[in-house]
């Protein structure tokens, strides 16, 4: 089974704090995305990466950047975390078909910025 | 911008009956749909897919989709209270990136028992 790791369940961090977020997929997928959720406004894409070190800005990458030194790990960086950036944050995976195949979810990061 | 619509709900159905969630997409070229259900605080979870015309079955589980009219379904027949959650339609980004999707803001589903 494809397994999507995310570091953590739950964070709490203050406003202008520098946030990481991991995450981990064990099935050599060439894609990961890091999306946001909030309610009434679904899951919004913030960055993906199709590769080693390559990185495209999704729908509201603004306040964010990411990092993707290893084919397995895709990290999401609040460069100085706001309170608009409380949220959950799901990871997810995927294989390069153009057509379109499954994404595979991580547990989501519940983060409050306080 | 390319969208997926979907009717917000709640849809409240009781135990035992057909449930019916449907989901509009915008760009012709879409090759690929997906229906994931979420619970309450957990990631979404793929429960089926589809890409020819057509129905597909999958136990109580039904998607149905009509690309001319760029229409798709998922019915839930014999509805249970454990069904009870959010139903996110998603179809494949074509000419976008490669495996990326695009998320309707999902169904609510209330199966009373």
């Known amino acids: 089974d494809v397994k999507v790791t995310q570091s953590s369940r739950y964070l709490v961090k203050r406003t202008g704090e520098k946030v990481f977020l991991e995450c981990v997929q064990d099935?050599?997928?060439?894609?990961m995305f890091w999306y946001r959720q909030d309610p009434g406004l679904g899951l919004r894409l913030i960055y993906f990466s199709y590769d080693v070190k390559m990185k495209e800005k999704g729908d509201i990458p603004e306040g964010y950047s990411v990092s993707r030194e290893k084919k397995e790990r895709f990290s999401l960086i609040l460069e100085s975390a706001s309170t608009n950036q409380t949220s959950m944050y799901l990871c997810?995976?995927?294989?390069?078909?153009?057509?379109?195949?499954?994404?595979?979810f991580g547990q989501g990061t519940r983060l409050t910025v306080v | 911008q390319k969208e997926v619509e979907q009717n917000s709900g709640p849809l409240s159905v009781p135990e035992g009956a057909i449930a019916s969630l449907n989901c509009t997409y915008s760009?012709?070229?879409?090759?690929?749909f997906f229906w994931y259900r979420q619970y309450s605080g957990k990631s979404p979870e793929l429960i089926m897919f589809?890409?020819?015309?057509g129905d597909k079955e999958d136990g109580r589980f039904t998607a149905q989709l009509n690309k001319a009219s760029q229409y798709v379904s998922l019915l839930i027949r014999d509805s249970q209270p454990s069904d009870s959650a959010t139903y996110l339609c998603?179809?494949?980004?074509?000419?976008?990136?490669?495996?990326?999707?695009?998320f309707g803001k999902g169904t609510k589903l209330s199966v009373k028992p």
């Open positions: 589809i890409y020819s015309n």
């Open positions: 997810a995976s995927t294989l390069p078909y153009t057509g379109g195949t499954e994404a595979f």
């Open positions: 760009d012709r070229g879409s090759q690929s």
């Open positions: 099935m050599d997928h060439e894609n």
């Open positions: 998603a179809v494949n980004n074509y000419g976008g990136s490669q495996g990326n999707l695009i």
